[in-house]
């Protein structure tokens, strides 16, 4: 029988700011720390992820929005995939009572996306096949 014990830290910080009429700016942040201990000895070093999305929707006139959108995500449990960066943007025009949109996902082209996840009592993690670079097309229509 052993005694087992995890100190384990989670911090998130968040805010939306519009700096002028124009532009609007994201971010969510989040840090985790984790370290093990099992009959009062540690179990290796402290491990950590770190995630960050942040976003901008940019409206250079009345009826263009930009929203380029960066994700990122850094663990040090494992040296592979250890780092993941991700690309999005989003363009669009309105019409009078139509929305065109072009909505480009993963332009970075990112294969394989593998997380951590700890919550201070279980580890595990999990591994995803992404689809490559997406790019797509759209329409909305109002109807009043």
């Known amino acids: 029988m052993h005694r087992g014990r995890n100190n384990y830290l989670r911090a998130n910080i968040s805010f939306t700011a519009s700096f002028a009429r124009w532009i609007t700016f994201e971010t969510s942040?989040?840090?985790?720390?984790?370290?093990?201990?099992?009959?009062?000895i540690a179990n290796g070093n402290a491990k950590h992820t770190f995630t960050n999305s942040t976003s901008f929707v940019i409206w250079p006139c009345k009826q263009l929005s930009l929203m380029p959108t960066v994700m990122y995500y850094y663990n040090d449990y494992s040296a592979s995939y250890r780092n993941n960066t991700f690309l999005n943007c989003n363009i669009e025009y309105s019409l009078g009572?139509?929305?065109?949109?072009?909505?480009?996902?993963n332009?970075?082209?990112?294969?394989?996306?593998?997380?951590y996840n700890d919550n201070g009592i279980i580890q595990y993690s999990s591994q995803y096949r992404l689809r490559g670079r997406t790019i797509m097309l759209g329409i909305r229509f109002s109807i009043k």
């Not at 942040?29 to 009062?40: A, I, Q, R, V, Y």
């Not at 009572?97 to 996902?105: E, T, V, Y």
């Not at 332009?107 to 997380?115: A, E, G, N, V, Y």
């Open 107 to 115: 332009l970075l082209d990112c294969r394989i996306f593998r997380r």
């Open 97 to 105: 009572n139509a929305i065109l949109s072009l909505k480009c996902s």
């Open 29 to 40: 942040n989040e840090f985790s720390l984790s370290k093990t201990f099992t009959d009062g």
